[in-house]
């Protein structure tokens, strides 16, 4: 599986962005999916997974109530919603993929990773 993170950019606080993850291979809409951040100076951390059909996700404390990870498999697809940004929420977005179809939210337990898309949120 190949990724290619995209929709980063800057806005302000309070502002929303829509990431997008597509993906080639077939085994997309098989996969157990997620979206980690990697904030400057820190290691990068867990923001949200999804099961292979959607049914479950799960979230960091800090973005529950803000984002929203959702996936369309017709178009191999991963998406992370991102509505009332902080500054905090400022850093590089990567998605990744698993070869199983359950969530995750250990880095370990991802076998592909994007390339990451940069969202800086100003106060």
């Known amino acids: 599986v190949q990724l290619q993170a995209s929709g980063g950019g800057l806005v302000q606080a309070g502002g929303s962005l829509r990431l997008s993850c597509a993906a080639s291979?077939?085994?997309?809409?098989?996969?157990?999916m997620g979206w980690f951040r990697q904030a400057p100076g820190k290691e990068r951390e867990f923001v949200a997974t999804?099961?292979?059909?959607?049914?479950?996700?799960y979230y960091q404390d800090s973005v529950k109530g803000r984002f929203t990870i959702s996936r369309d498999n017709a178009k191999n697809t991963l998406y992370l919603q991102m509505n009332t940004l902080k500054p905090e929420d400022t850093a590089l977005y990567y998605c990744?993929?698993?070869?199983?179809?359950?969530?995750?939210?250990?880095?370990?337990?991802?076998?592909?990773w994007g390339q990451g898309t940069q969202v800086t949120v100003s106060s």
């Open positions: 990744a993929a698993r070869r199983v179809s359950g969530l995750s939210i250990a880095q370990g337990a991802y076998a592909y």
């Open positions: 291979g077939r085994t997309f809409s098989s996969s157990g």
């Open positions: 999804i099961t292979w059909n959607g049914a479950s996700t």
